[in-house]
């Protein structure tokens, strides 16, 4: 079967780095995306990875290993305002998406 | 412009009825989706749409039929809702042309099965 995994809930501080891990099995590869939701909105679009390697946009960035099926979203200077859910989704062979449970982040002041 | 919306935002309905959930898309995507998420799963493929005109079967079709007449409208209609169906349906659309060809969300409709 296909299975995404990544954290349930993690909490970090405001000003600080934060990892979030995604760790994905799929019949087969077509990119991985990241998507940032806010309680009770739709997921908006952070970021794509279909070639190994880091990809930065500001102050997230988003690295892939496909050998290992694994990535990892990096948040830095956390801000209030990232406090959300983290969606990890991989494009399976067929080209459709399949999505992890997301990652529920708590920022502390 | 307002890219996707959805409608109603929500809604409670009686096991049994029949419930079409709107969606409307005005940035000519080609490929177009309906999500559901319920709590401590991912989003859930119900039904897509390549390009209008044509409609396939998602992870958990059951229950749920689709259209799709023209480029910018995607019904999603419950024929005889459950209670299981109670959930957060989300719509999605992408240009379809392969690439990183990214899906764009509707704010969602929270429907009730009582």
């Known amino acids: 079967g296909q299975n995404i995994d990544q954290p349930t809930e993690m909490t970090a501080t405001e000003g600080a780095i934060v990892q979030i891990n995604c760790t994905y099995q799929?019949?087969?590869?077509?990119?991985l995306f990241w998507y940032q939701q806010h309680a009770g909105e739709a997921p908006t679009f952070l970021s794509y990875n279909v070639l190994d390697g880091l990809e930065e946009k500001g102050r997230f960035s988003s690295f892939l290993s496909r050998s290992k099926g694994y990535s990892y979203l990096l948040l830095k200077e956390l801000q209030m305002k990232d406090s959300a859910s983290y969606l990890c989704?991989?494009?399976?062979?067929?080209?459709?998406?399949?999505w992890g449970a997301g990652t529920k982040l708590i920022i502390k002041p | 412009i307002a890219g996707i919306t959805q409608a109603p935002t929500s809604q409670i309905l009686a096991a049994g009825r029949r419930m079409t959930l709107r969606c409307t898309q005005d940035?000519?995507?080609?490929?177009m989706y309906w999500y559901r998420q319920d709590l401590g799963l991912g989003l859930r493929l119900i039904h897509y749409?390549?390009?209008?005109?044509?409609?396939g079967k998602g992870e958990v079709p059951d229950g749920y039929s689709v259209s799709r007449a023209n480029t910018d409208d995607f019904p999603l209609t419950l024929a005889s809702a459950v209670p299981s169906q109670t959930s957060v349906y989300f719509c999605?659309?992408?240009?379809?042309?392969?690439?990183?060809?990214?899906?764009?969300f509707g704010p969602g409709t929270r429907l009730t099965v009582l």
């Open positions: 940035m000519r995507h080609n490929a």
């Open positions: 989704a991989v494009k399976d062979s067929n080209y459709q998406l399949i």
């Open positions: 999605a659309s992408s240009d379809g042309t392969g690439g990183t060809d990214t899906q764009y």
């Open positions: 799929t019949s087969g590869f077509n990119g």
């Open positions: 749409s390549n390009t209008a005109g044509t409609t």
